[in-house]
DNA sequence: CCCTGATTCGC
DNA sequence: GCGAATCAGG
């Protein structure tokens, strides 16, 4: 490819209308941007008529939609979320850590400082959770707002709201 | 990371 | 004259 006189007026045109160099490279076609900007420079019309155009994804704002629905991250994942139901406990633990497998849920189930502390350990729902059918619907309990938090990540041992049956 | 123009320098 | 490479940024 050679800087034909028509090559060159369209390069010239489209550079003084502002295109940037790649967005001039491309309409030419098989030539770089490096290659505009030295011929720009070489025919010293560094100076453009027209500010360079800012690409429409570059120009675009955000539309009021997606910023005023979207929850900040502070929001949906606070440090400490206290309002759970307390979680019905009718199963008997089955398993001490110990005896849990690969496909045990891992439920709590009593106090750790008791010795009748242990593991649901009955087969998990799926092999993605760490429950059994039953806890892999009660784990999660939301009274309103927020984002379900699993009970036993929030220290269940100490959260007297959350692992009644602990304390 | 995407992009911008400016400059240099071997070809 | 040409443009890849590099620089200095947004």
Known sequence: MDWSEERTATLKKLWLEGLSASQVARQLGGVSR????????????TVRETPVRQR?????????????????????TPRVAPRYERIEEDLLPTSGILG????SCRWP???PENDDFGFCGRPKASARGSYCEQHSQGAFRRLSGGQALEAWALKGVKEKRIQPRLV
Do not use: E
């Open 100 to 103: 849990l497998g690969a496909h």
């Open 34 to 45: 490096s290659a505009v900007i030295g011929k720009v420079h070489r025919l010293g019309i």
């Open 109 to 111: 189930i009593g106090h």
């Open 56 to 76: 429409a994804t570059t120009a675009r704002a955000p539309s009021r939609i997606s910023v005023r629905q979207r929850p900040s991250r502070d929001v949906a």
